[in-house]
């Protein structure tokens, strides 16, 4: 297959993990980063053997085809608009843009320039978010009519060495953790016709204890914490939603979804394997596992201990984009699905604030499956099982 050249704009902690996986897909090949800080930007360079550019030199450049823009929430917009203007194919992290105007603007830019848009997560192509789309789409568990998600923590503060930004406007869980969880939904379930929600703010100040360069700093809180929603989805099905940071211990699951026939719970939409348990009336769960399915192997550790390993196939939406524009195959993770998401996202903050319920008008198909021969063959190397560890230390690998 050829490869596009990839540009990567923004070059924090997200970056790392995009740019060791990326070269590990077909179709794709990182030429060069940049970022507002350059010293940063050269040092990831070093670290992945390309360039450092930039950000204008990286736009100009002939040999890259597709940006992928890893830049904080609050430029999103303005470095996709900038890559789009600039002929570049864009893909971004989540969310696609801070208001929901913007993404709709966005999508219909890339629209008219023919390009194609794409946005993170991409989580939901991969081996556990396929395995529970079959079970949807086969009927196992009847029609939907119900179901219950939710992402508890005690926040990002405790995480993450810069975690101000995510409690500030454009900040929150519904922005930052939702995009997973409602990207699942809408890809198992379809669109969302209408949302209904509260909020409030557990705490008013933050203390940084991650380490890094705020560590020991308190943050003013500026966006709500916890919030609770009712999505109204276009099937008629009906999800209590809960994302809060103001959570220090539960034992909650993810995702449970409903039907007239049985339950489904499904895997954390955070990574790109697990396993989905199916429960049909008193019986015992049936649980099936993804491990051996492409794009499903545990294949990364944060530590780097093997005993920890789950899925981490970040850049897979870049390499399923790059089919899209190479082979003429469908766009799955794209800036239409993102931008309904960014509707709900918005249409769940403004419900919270004003108490009423918010119509959302924008009306995506679901994606379309990703056959287990399509994901295998994103891959560079059609191996399976295998893992990609080694790939900490420059190792070229096979994702699966």
């Known amino acids: 297959m050829e490869r596009i050249g990839v540009g990567v704009i923004g070059t924090g902690d997200i970056s790392s993990i995009y740019l060791r996986n990326l070269n590990l897909f077909a179709g794709v090949r990182v030429v060069a980063c940049a970022g507002r ?61 801070v208001e929901a105007a913007t993404g709709r603007a966005l999508v219909a830019e890339a629209r008219s320039r023919s390009l194609l848009l794409g946005c993170a997560p991409d989580t939901f192509l991969g081996a556990g978010g396929r395995l529970a789309r079959g079970v949807i ?24 060495p810069n975690p101000e930004f995510f409690f500030k406007a454009g900040g929150g869980p519904v922005l930052d953790i939702g995009p997973y969880y409602l990207t699942t939904l809408v890809n198992l379930l379809g669109p969302v016709a209408s949302v209904q929600a509260e909020a409030s703010t557990g705490f008013r100040e933050r203390l940084v204890t991650a380490a890094g360069p705020q560590q020991g700093r308190r943050i003013l809180v500026e966006t709500p914490t916890t919030i609770m929603a009712l999505l109204k989805f276009r099937s008629g099905a009906v999800v209590n939603a809960m994302f809060s940071w103001d959570v220090r211990l539960h034992g909650r699951q993810l995702i449970e979804i409903h039907g007239n026939a049985g339950t489904m719970l499904v895997p954390d939409p955070d990574t790109y394997g697990g396993s989905v348990s199916i429960g049909i009336g ?119």
Request: with cysteine.
């Open 137 to 160: 789409d086969a009927g196992e568990i009847g029609t939907v009519t119900s179901g219950v998600c939710m992402f508890l923590s005690s926040g990002m503060e405790h995480r993450h």
């Open 37 to 97: 800080n350059r010293d940063a930007a050269t040092r990831r360079a070093a670290q992945f053997g390309i360039e450092a550019l930039d950000v204008d030199q990286l736009l100009k450049r002939d040999d890259i085809g597709i940006v992928v823009n890893l830049t904080p929430p609050a430029s999103h917009a303005d470095v996709t608009r900038d890559a789009l203007s600039a002929d570049k194919h864009v893909f971004s992290e989540k969310p696609l843009a």
């Open 282 to 400: 008193g019986g015992a769960w049936d649980v099936r596992g993804s491990d051996t399915a492409p794009l499903g192997h545990p294949n990364w550790s944060p530590s780097g201990d093997p005993s920890q390993q789950f899925a981490n196939y970040r850049g897979l939406g870049v390499a399923e984009m790059s089919s899209a524009i190479l082979l003429g195959k469908p766009h799955r993770s794209s800036g239409v699905l993102a931008s309904h998401v960014l509707d709900m996202m918005e249409s769940i903050l403004v419900a919270a604030g004003e108490r009423r319920t918010v119509d959302i008008d924008s009306c995506p198909r679901r994606p379309e499956v990703l056959s287990e021969d399509d994901a295998l063959e994103l891959t560079k190397l059609k191996l399976r099982p295998s893992t990609m560890l080694a790939a900490h230390a420059g190792v070229d690998q096979p994702l699966n």
